[in-house]
């Protein structure tokens, strides 16, 4: 049974359709951003604890887990379902990590695809043994508290990008991206005219072009 805690608030979450997402699975990020008009990236400064895990594509369950404390992330535990992507904002603490290896092992056991932090994470050794992608600003052994408040399923600010659950995440080597729900549909229908723009660009640049086609007189 998931119980109420007083020091949280937490917000029903409504996800796409699971048919929908696994079509973006693959997709390379810069495509994905370039359906955007450009942006949809989180900032650069935040990359794999893991340097070898980093891809997954899945639904973002929010956590507002504040400054040294985690009761947040671990109440979310309850919430996961197969195919999320716990997305805890810190505001940008990093004096001490926001999780560890235990309860991305506990989140991966239920069905979690990935991990997003604008804090920081530790226990390397056990989060290679995990597996689970867990992208941070940063590693450090120090640990947090678990007292609240924070919030579930309510929007969040990561590193200066606003992230609500339901959007869609999607991580490669350049980067996260985030997909707000409601432009799900608009980047799936732009998405073969792009695959086949950057298919006709990278043969253009196999046969040997210098120049790009909009420089060509």
């Not at 109420?4 to 929908?20: F, G, M, S, W, Y």
């Not at 535990?77 to 506990?106: K, N, R, S």
């Not at 600003?137 to 992230?163: E, K």
């Not at 229908?189 to 210098?210: F, N």
Request: some cysteine; charged content about 15%; hydrophobic content about 45%.
């Amino acid at each position: 049974m998931i119980e109420e805690v007083p020091n949280l608030q937490i917000q029903a979450l409504h996800r796409p359709d699971a048919t929908l997402v696994a079509q973006l699975r693959g997709t390379p990020t810069g495509f994905l951003v370039d359906a955007m008009g450009g942006t949809g990236a989180l900032d650069y400064r935040i990359h794999p604890a893991i340097a070898e895990q980093y891809a997954f594509c899945g639904v973002a369950l929010t956590c507002h887990a504040g400054p040294a404390d985690n009761l947040a992330l671990v109440h979310a535990l309850q919430h996961v379902e197969a195919g999320d992507v716990l997305i805890v904002g810190t505001d940008g603490f990093t004096g001490c990590a926001v999780t560890g290896d235990l309860v991305l092992g506990m989140a991966k056991n239920s069905g979690a695809v990935g991990f997003v932090t604008d804090g920081c994470v530790r226990d390397l050794v056990g989060l290679k043994s995990v597996g689970l992608p867990a992208w941070s600003m940063g590693v450090t052994p120090n640990s947090p508290h678990r007292n609240g408040p924070g919030t579930i399923g309510m929007p969040v600010n990561i590193a200066g990008h606003v992230v609500c659950s339901g959007d869609i995440v999607v991580a490669d080597l350049d980067g996260v991206v985030i997909i707000p729900k409601e432009m799900l549909a608009s980047v799936l229908a732009k998405l073969p005219g792009i695959r086949a723009a950057e298919a006709a660009a990278d043969e253009s640049v196999r046969q040997g072009a210098r120049l790009p086609g909009f420089l060509k007189t």
